[in-house]
């Protein structure tokens, strides 16, 4: 089984289909291929820039064990959050007979829950899976924020790797980083444009959507900011910044299209409907971003 990783710059891999929800399987190969050589120490499969709520079970399984295939040596954590608990145990227990060192996992979206039953949820997944779990905390897509409390009592009774938190509570992420070194799990952002603030409160790393089109520029900046060469990363962080204001005027996960189309990389095809204002803002964007990526001394793929 490969490791976990525990620091470092991780792909929120984008997953390319037809509209349909069908792989792309040579697509995926090529973006994946050349993610390898990026300096990308893993991929997270079928997180919320992976659409998974888009998919059925089936669905999900088939992807997933496509992604392990393809994304092989690098390591593939799976996201199997769902509001059915008895989905999230399936999906776990396939993501450990394919071998995969560990799985995320949000609160059910929705419905509100008590941190109580937020625990519970957590407990009984986990119990079932039986593989080192991290948490997914994105409240703005579950509507369920983790709460350090819940956090706390899952790393005492369970198999805690750590926690991806995603959002725009950044100044919750120190609070995370000293719980995770009081409880021995690693935490990681999901604010691509803030590398440097993220390793300067001691998180391990980045899982993020703009590591499928630059994970050169990423990996460069956070390395550097961990190495305490920050100073050296002033045009690649400004770069960063500029592409992710870009993107910001599209709503996600479509703005992550919009940043593979720019950079020249196969992206499939939308998987939900899509208004023609939308489109518009989509080519106006991505042409935007190819000047970008030009500036920044990005090379199309």
Sequence with gaps: ?????RAGVLAALWIPTDSQGRLDRMALAAH?????????????????TGEFPRFSVAQRKTLLAAIAELAAPLPVLANI????????????????????????????????LSAADQLAY????ADEVQLPTLLYNFPELTGNRIAVETI???AQRAPMAGIKHSGREFDYLPTLVDLGRRHDFVVFSGADTRLPEVAAVGAAGCIGGMV??????????????????????VDAVRALVEIGQDLDELTFPLNVAAGMQGRG????????????????????????LRQRYDAAGLAAV
């Design 152 to 154: 706390e009592a899952f």
């Design 81 to 112: 959050s769902d509001l059915n608990h008895r989905h999230a145990i399936e999906l776990g227990q396939f993501a450990r007979e394919l071998g995969l060192p560990g799985v995320t996992l949000m609160p059910p979206h929705f419905y509100p």
């Design 212 to 233: 499928n089109f630059v994970p050169e520029l990423m990996v460069e900046i956070f390395t550097s900011c961990q190495e305490g060469r920050a100073s050296d990363t």
């Design 122 to 125: 957590f407990l009984a997944v």
């Design 265 to 288: 990389l196969k992206w499939g095809e939308t998987k939900t409907v899509v208004s023609a204002d939308s489109w518009a803002r989509f080519d106006r964007i991505v042409t935007t």
């Design 32 to 48: 994946l291929n050349w993610l390898r050589t990026t300096g990308v120490v893993g991929v997270l499969a079928l997180g919320s």
């Design 1 to 5: 089984m490969t490791a976990l990783p």
